[in-house]
């Protein structure tokens, strides 16, 4: 399996444009997470979605921020208007319930510079 | 709120040496997680710990969970420059997929 995969890698724009995130998770896995990381404060949850429905979302900080997930291979983190203060790195991951170990699977993250 | 608290925030080590990081959290938990996070990198899992007094051995690193105390350690054993990393203790109360994040100790071994 290739792993969770999001895209881009790197995203540099500028402040007021809208910034569209990409993942798609571990064929399988029925849960999803976004996550936000900065040197401030840390790794936050976002959002998190169980079979394609949003469960928790009560870390997206603003209205500013949205989180889709169309299918079972498929999830945007979408922020419109972008700010300087949102830039940080995003990590996607997903996990598979009913197993003993359910480790969440993290993509390789997009860096995210708001200027 | 559930709180799960590491210390050392940092950590600067020579090679060779013996360490432990602690990882405190404030709630009944079903599982605790170890994550490691090289620079620049994603996180990787380390370990799962899934009941009082389990642990967990892979090379140098030793994980082992306390839960009435609600601490978990990881232990480095005759540190090297290759374990220089950020690692994360992570919980799961109520046996839910969400799980809490520690702040994170950031290792760094020195030759």
């Known amino acids: 399996d290739a792993g969770v995969i999001q895209s881009p890698r790197h995203e540099v724009t500028e402040m007021g444009q809208e910034v569209t995130l990409r993942c798609k998770p571990i064929s399988g896995h029925d849960y999803l997470f976004w996550y936000r990381q900065t040197m401030m404060r840390g790794l936050e949850l976002l959002i998190y979605f169980n079979n394609n429905v949003p469960i928790d979302d009560s870390g997206m900080p603003e209205d500013r921020f949205s989180a889709k997930m169309p299918n079972a291979s498929f999830s945007t983190l979408k922020i419109q208007p972008s700010e300087p203060r949102d830039s940080a790195v995003y990590f996607c991951a997903s996990s598979l319930s009913g197993t003993t170990r359910s480790f969440q699977y993290f993509g390789a993250g997009t860096r995210l510079s708001v200027l | 709120e559930l709180k799960v608290e590491q210390n050392p925030l940092f950590l600067s080590m020579q090679e060779g040496k013996n360490y432990t990081i602690y990882c405190n959290y404030s709630?009944?938990?079903?599982?605790l997680y170890w994550y490691r996070q090289d620079p620049g990198k994603s996180l990787e899992s380390l370990f799962v710990?899934?009941?009082?007094?389990a642990v967990k051995q892979e090379g140098r690193l030793m994980a082992s969970l306390d839960t009435k105390a609600r601490l978990s350690t990881l232990h480095i054993t005759a540190a090297v420059h290759d374990l220089s990393a950020t690692y994360f203790c992570?919980?799961?109360?109520?046996?839910?997929?969400?799980?809490?994040f520690g702040t994170g100790t950031k290792l760094q071994v020195i030759p």
């Open positions: 709630t009944t938990s079903d599982r």
């Open positions: 992570a919980v799961s109360p109520g046996g839910y997929q969400k799980v809490t």
């Open positions: 710990l899934l009941s009082n007094g």
